[in-house]
């Protein structure tokens, strides 16, 4: 197996792709190696940075250093030991037009040179372009791919087969169901990099989402030219592995400087707000005061430090099952990330797949997108198909406390005494704990993960408050039951589910509505507890 | 002047304040310097962590260290030669109950050691006493607040006059009313260090804006023991300035490793997610494995560059006039840091006094309660009183374009030539842009920052919505237009603008409604535009 996956969480995923010259962990950013200029030596990248793969650009080696790096081979022309990647030059098949070799050329050439993952010379789809052009690139790409893997010979070396499409959704679905029929190793997603550049963040989560869900999930994919930090989270998320950056190197030489939430001209920095050793050694004002070359290779530096700390970071947050709180923290860098983390909803099912049912980590609640979390679509899709086989004729609602699960409440305690206790009451009610989460929970299966591992905030919003509306008038309507008792926290609610609850009386979803009230938001008073004791034996005489 | 405030936004401000071992600006954080335990020795801080005040604590230098400190001086024993500060040893009043010393010995002794700025022994309410008892820490810190300015004799010293008051808001209020009539040269906020350990953020606000409002706003303030970073962004957006932190030591000696938005144990930790030079040089699993003295050296060294690192931050948000914005992402930390940060609704007319009226910078919206902003509140005041002068018949509005302003747009190029050239026309027609940020912007006013200079998500929120319905409402009523002209996006608005028009036309708002689609979103249909200067002349003949 290439590609061996460690842990998952939403569409991320952390996972080895083993190579001959090692193993990439990914999530993982490969730094670009322009042969012209090393801004960072591949060495220095390797010792002082623990980058472990970098990537570089076969066509420009072809035409440029054909004969040093064909008798070497690309590792020791490049002096790094690891695992090299090799584009293919459909970079510059984008922005020239053309270029100055075949196919063929390109794949015997790459294997000449022995990289560790190599990629054909495909045919961008870039932006702007017309359906019918679109759909050209597509098809002749993949004509392209066949004609790779009939050339090419070599063993040990791996293959990544791109998908291309561009905004035109359906071309990157058939793209990519068609180049996932191919035996390569990796599959990639074709230049988003005009979007990028426009922040159009939304098309780049429907060209992802597009692509993954017709390519096979067990093989890696790398996502072209989505070289700086604020797009990786999301693009993880939805399950991109791998990365390629040039821009630390880039924004470099335009004396800008990277953070994980944008790009700011160095000239522009007043403070230092970096801990790398670039900015812990030097202030902006010290490196704006160097000669150009120096002052280019600190930003490079800093650049890459932020790039890759910001990798390192989205990989902690899969391992501890937080990839969603760490994307709705992040989309906060700028609304078009914003727009791009609402449009998720749309993809509930898709991101729940790769979701855990189990973590070791309460769920947060961190602001109303937190609503579209898979973990709530996964309660309420079961939730909306429960029916209760004993078919009670009660429902007893009972709010949630802080401390969960319920069943530890001081309210649960007093229930259990003088009504759950008794197996003549209980077969005709059903109690279910309202959640600010999850809307409804029945009591049976609170303690499942994460119906009762999870934090909400103290102040309830209309997210809330819809969301128990809704889940309620489902979960009445597929049972049927005749009373309903709310055991109603005024502080928390006021008179909001009462009114809806006798809304719905008098809309006959059931014929009999009992409100107590909480005292001090925690437990029944015992002349209340007596009324209710009798209501619900009452019920049972009435059967 | 000892305090001087160079850049503000919200209530957040970078200041100097001038003592007589140097300046510190602020934010600032203050590494508390444990005598006994030196784990990062205040040479270092200086040198190596550019710290350039710390502080430390009285009390325990008296009882432990007295000849050698009032020999040397503070900064001589400690070896550190920027500002110093030192706590009177309250801290230990309220965890011990009582001080082996009088609030006059601490005074004369701070004096005789000759830090740069001091704390009397003022007693800390705590939490979870009763108000009879918070309302005695209160009266006896004001006690003694008065016996130190009049003991005190030293030149040269600043002296901090602390708040009490505790959870009791009224009491907080209090508090700093009357300490504020002292002639302190710094106040501070007295131990919210319970609430902050429960995360009660909520309580946080209530407590530092009762305080604020009733201290002299040219004076810095210091918040008492708030040492993690996550707490900072709020605190500082309240319009703290000052915090002190022993959590960086202390965290590490009990092996967690701070973030900035959270703690972890060192143990749990798999991937490097920080660049500073510990982490630069060590994986987490390294430093697990060294021996425990050199564990916790390192482990405070990380701890307080993340510290640092969050104060920097934080003073370049302030620069950059985006301190909302960096608070609204590093709110989502929490449940109940979110809590907190919408709590800010209920302030924004104290938040609005710093907030500077023009910036370099756009407006960001990236989260529904981006519509909580000061700016937001502000234009939404000055609308609610507008009354146009020349009582126009009738309101022309007009949706907004991605780009600002709208008289760059095709539409106003369309109603400029037909319409806006016409003084006869004009001095009917009141023209509004519909707004996602502002709700309404009179097109006289739109080119005033930041009514063209904001950034909204494409897709529209019912905040947006409600934000919109709510100006219409009220500048309608406030206006009494005849008729009103809706040139409706209906990509983005549907008909729902539409309907709502409708129906207060049908509550008899004003008469006559006129709704024109928007071809293409952007501009109005050649027969439609003779219509509508039809109309538009008409009303005039109407006249």
């Given at each position: 197996?290439?590609?061996?996956?460690?842990?998952?969480?939403?569409?991320?995923r952390?996972?080895?792709?083993?190579?001959?010259?090692?193993?990439?962990?990914?999530?993982?950013?490969?730094p670009?190696?322009?042969?012209?200029?090393?801004?960072?030596?591949?060495?220095?990248?390797?010792?002082?940075?623990?980058?472990?793969?970098?990537?570089?650009?076969?066509?420009i080696?072809?035409?440029?250093?054909?004969?040093?790096?064909?008798?070497?081979?690309?590792?020791?022309?490049?002096?790094?030991?690891?695992p090299?990647?090799?584009?293919?030059?459909?970079?510059?098949?984008?922005?020239?037009?053309?270029?100055?070799?075949?196919?063929?050329?390109?794949?015997?050439?790459?294997?000449?040179i022995?990289?560790?993952?190599?990629?054909f010379?495909?045919?961008?789809?870039?932006?702007?372009?017309?359906?019918?052009?679109?759909?050209?690139?597509?098809?002749?790409?993949l004509r392209?791919?066949?004609?790779?893997?009939?050339?090419?010979?070599?063993?040990?070396?791996?293959?990544v087969?791109?998908?291309?499409?561009?905004?035109?959704?359906?071309?990157?679905?058939?793209?990519?169901?068609?180049?996932?029929?191919?035996?390569?190793?990796?599959?990639?997603?074709?230049?988003?990099?005009?979007?990028?550049?426009?922040?159009?963040?939304?098309?780049?989560?429907?060209?992802?989402?597009?692509?993954?869900?017709?390519?096979?999930?067990?093989?890696?994919?790398?996502l072209?030219?989505?070289?700086?930090?604020?797009?990786?989270?999301?693009?993880?998320?939805?399950?991109?592995?791998?990365?390629?950056?040039?821009?630390?190197?880039?924004?470099?030489?335009?004396?800008?400087?990277?953070?994980?939430?944008?790009?700011k001209?160095?000239?522009?920095?007043?403070?230092?707000?970096?801990t790398?050793p670039?900015?812990?050694?030097?202030t902006?004002?010290?490196?704006?005061?160097?000669?150009?070359?120096?002052?280019?290779?600190?930003?490079?530096?800093?650049?890459?430090?932020?790039?890759?700390?910001?990798?390192?970071?989205?990989?902690?947050?899969?391992?501890?099952?937080?990839?969603?709180?760490?994307?709705?923290?992040?989309?906060?860098?700028?609304?078009?990330?914003?727009?791009?983390?609402?449009?998720?909803?749309?993809?509930?099912?898709?991101?729940?797949?790769?979701?855990?049912t189990?973590?070791?980590?309460?769920?947060?609640?961190?602001?109303?997108?937190?609503v579209?979390?898979?973990?709530?679509?996964?309660?309420?899709?079961?939730?909306?198909?429960?029916?209760?086989?004993?078919?009670?004729?009660?429902?007893?609602?009972?709010?949630?406390?802080?401390?969960?699960?319920?069943?530890?409440?001081?309210?649960?305690?007093?229930?259990?005494?003088n009504?759950?206790?008794?197996?003549?009451?209980l077969?005709?009610?059903?109690?279910?704990?309202l959640?600010?989460?999850?809307?409804?929970?029945?009591?049976?299966?609170?303690?499942y993960y994460?119906?009762?591992?999870?934090?909400t905030p103290?102040?309830?919003?209309?997210?809330?408050?819809?969301?128990?509306?809704?889940?309620?008038?489902?979960?009445?309507?597929?049972?049927?039951?005749?009373?309903?008792?709310?055991?109603?926290?005024?502080?928390?609610y006021?008179?909001?589910?009462?009114?809806?609850?006798?809304?719905?009386?008098?809309?006959?979803?059931?014929?009999?509505?009992?409100?107590?009230?909480?005292?001090?938001?925690?437990?029944?008073?015992?002349?209340?507890?007596?009324?209710?004791?009798?209501?619900?034996?009452?019920?049972?005489?009435?059967?």
């Amino acid at each position: 197996m290439v590609f061996e996956i460690i842990e998952r969480d939403l569409m991320g995923r952390i996972g080895r792709v083993k190579t001959k010259s090692g193993i990439i962990e990914t999530p993982a950013i490969l730094p670009v190696i322009n042969p012209f200029k090393l801004t960072i030596p591949p060495k220095t990248l390797q010792i002082e940075f623990k980058v472990n793969a970098i990537i570089t650009n076969a066509y420009i080696l072809m035409k440029n250093f054909y004969k040093e790096v064909t008798a070497a081979g690309v590792h020791k022309f490049l002096d790094f030991n690891g695992p090299i990647m090799t584009d293919s030059g459909a970079y510059q098949l984008l922005v020239y037009g053309e270029v100055d070799a075949t196919p063929e050329e390109i794949v015997k050439f790459q294997e000449l040179i022995n990289p560790d993952i190599c990629v054909f010379l495909d045919v961008p789809t870039g932006s702007g372009v017309s359906y019918k052009t679109a759909r050209k690139t597509v098809d002749e790409t993949l004509r392209r791919g066949r004609e790779c893997l009939e050339i090419k010979s070599k063993e040990g070396i791996l293959w990544v087969g791109p998908v291309q499409g561009g905004e035109f959704i359906d071309l990157v679905e058939e793209s990519a169901r068609q180049i996932s029929r191919l035996p390569f190793d990796l599959y990639a997603l074709g230049s988003p990099t005009k979007f990028l550049e426009q922040y159009n963040y939304s098309k780049i989560v429907e060209m992802i989402v597009a692509a993954k869900r017709n390519l096979p999930l067990n093989k890696p994919v790398h996502l072209f030219g989505a070289g700086h930090p604020m797009v990786f989270p999301l693009a993880v998320v939805l399950g991109c592995d791998i990365f390629d950056s040039a821009s630390y190197a880039l924004y470099a030489e335009g004396e800008r400087y990277i953070t994980p939430y944008g790009t700011k001209r160095l000239s522009e920095l007043k403070d230092v707000i970096c801990t790398c050793p670039v900015c812990y050694k030097h202030t902006p004002s010290e490196i704006l005061r160097m000669e150009k070359k120096m002052r280019i290779k600190l930003l490079a530096e800093h650049n890459l430090h932020v790039i890759l700390n910001e990798i390192n970071n989205i990989k902690y947050a899969i391992r501890e099952g937080r990839l969603w709180e760490y994307l709705e923290c992040k989309s906060r860098s700028h609304p078009t990330l914003y727009d791009a983390f609402k449009l998720l909803k749309k993809y509930q099912d898709y991101l729940e797949k790769g979701t855990p049912t189990s973590k070791k980590r309460a769920l947060l609640w961190l602001s109303d997108e937190t609503v579209n979390r898979p973990e709530i679509k996964r309660h309420l899709d079961r939730l909306n198909k429960l029916q209760i086989p004993w078919q009670p004729r009660t429902l007893l609602i009972v709010p949630e406390f802080k401390n969960k699960p319920f069943s530890k409440s001081k309210l649960y305690n007093q229930l259990l005494n003088n009504i759950l206790m008794r197996t003549d009451i209980l077969k005709n009610v059903q109690i279910v704990i309202l959640s600010k989460m999850f809307g409804l929970i029945p009591i049976e299966i609170e303690e499942y993960y994460p119906l009762s591992q999870h934090l909400t905030p103290t102040i309830i919003s209309e997210t809330h408050l819809n969301l128990i509306k809704d889940t309620l008038i489902k979960f009445i309507s597929m049972n049927y039951f005749k009373k309903i008792i709310l055991l109603n926290d005024e502080r928390q609610y006021g008179s909001i589910l009462t009114e809806f609850l006798l809304n719905m009386r008098n809309e006959n979803k059931f014929s009999d509505l009992q409100v107590f009230k909480l005292n001090n938001s925690s437990y029944i008073g015992q002349e209340d507890l007596y009324k209710l004791k009798a209501i619900l034996t009452g019920d049972i005489e009435n059967c």
